[in-house]
């Protein structure tokens, strides 16, 4: 495995690559979630290019940046084992240079969800994913549908500007209370390391009631929202029963559906969604 920093240095190591390039970009801090990206990648591609970039664009003024958690060391042992090709970490200075002023803007999509807690958030996310991959020019990317927004702006983004790239959404991989894995689970305490798992539960609780015959997206979000009201230290945020294309609030469940929320347990902010199909 090659790990380079530059520009200049990716595309002299890219040319030594057999095409398709599956390229998983990622904040590192990684886990099993990210590590299911690379194995995907690995089965479906000559060769698997990462990157390891906490790009600033998409934290908000009152979100930590410099408190992201960071293990370099750890990130490359990790790839390493799960079979990638190159690694590339590009600097703050070099995707963001003196003078920067150009973004990548999707419209409606980013308007509700995250879009509305996270002002300028997709914003920062649909730039420099524009900008990671034209430096790396893969035939496919892969995201995980953890993020479900990110993954439908960053769908709509390809097919808007015609980017030659096929984007490939894996399923979220959850601990097993099933809290879904994110690097943000690393600042949960005991306590709401247990209380966290109330996500799960009022997404399966809404889930069910669906299976069971429940149409009306008020009644499952009135289910959801009863569920994390029994959890003390969960603070939500928002919970929504949308259509999974557009993200706009549905009054029916009809065809494919998302239901996704987000909560505060303690100072730290969880996202969690599930499909209805
Ligand atoms: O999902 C993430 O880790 C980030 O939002 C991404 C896609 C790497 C862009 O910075």
């Known amino acids: 495995m090659r790990t380079v920093v530059g520009h200049a240095d990716l595309k002299t ?13 990622t904040m590192g801090f990684l886990h099993a979630g990210h590590i299911s990206l690379v194995q995907r990648a690995r089965q479906e591609c000559r060769a698997v290019v990462v990157s390891i970039f906490v790009n600033p664009s998409q934290f908000g003024p009152k979100e930590d940046l410099a ?10 042992a990790m790839l390493k084992a799960a079979g990638t090709d190159l690694v590339w970490t590009p600097t703050p200075e070099s995707m963001y240079p003196p003078g920067f002023q150009t ?23 649909a730039t420099v994913v524009t900008k990671l ?6 035939q496919r990317a ?26 490939v959404i894996c399923p979220t991989l959850r601990e097993s209370d099933g809290l879904a894995m994110s690097s943000r689970n690393s600042y949960l ?3 709401e390391r247990t209380a966290a798992s109330v996500l799960y539960r009022a997404l399966s609780a809404a889930r069910d009631a669906h299976t069971q015959g ?11 929202q009863e569920t994390l009201a029994g959890e003390p230290l969960a603070e939500p ?10 993200l706009q609030e549905v009054e029916q469940v009809s065809g494919k559906t998302l239901l996704s929320m987000a909560v505060r347990i303690g100072r730290t902010r969880l996202i969690d969604n599930i499909n209805l199909d």
């Open 133 to 138: 991959f034209n430096a790396v020019a893969p």
């Open 237 to 246: 945020e928002y919970v929504s029963c949308a259509d999974a294309e557009s």
């Open 13 to 25: 190591e890219l040319k030594g690559l057999e095409a398709p390039i599956g390229f998983v970009p």
């Open 67 to 76: 408190a992201y958690p960071r293990d370099l060391p750890r990130d490359l």
């Open 103 to 125: 973004w990548v803007t999707v419209e409606a999509l980013t308007c509700g969800l995250e879009g509305e807690q996270r002002p300028g958030h997709f914003r920062g996310v």
């Open 214 to 224: 429940e149409h009306r997206a008020e009644v499952l979000r009135r289910i959801m």
């Open 142 to 167: 892969y995201f995980g549908q953890k993020d479900a927004q990110q993954a439908a702006v960053i769908r709509r983004m390809t097919r808007d500007l015609d980017l030659p790239i096929e984007i």
């Open 189 to 191: 305490s005991p306590a």
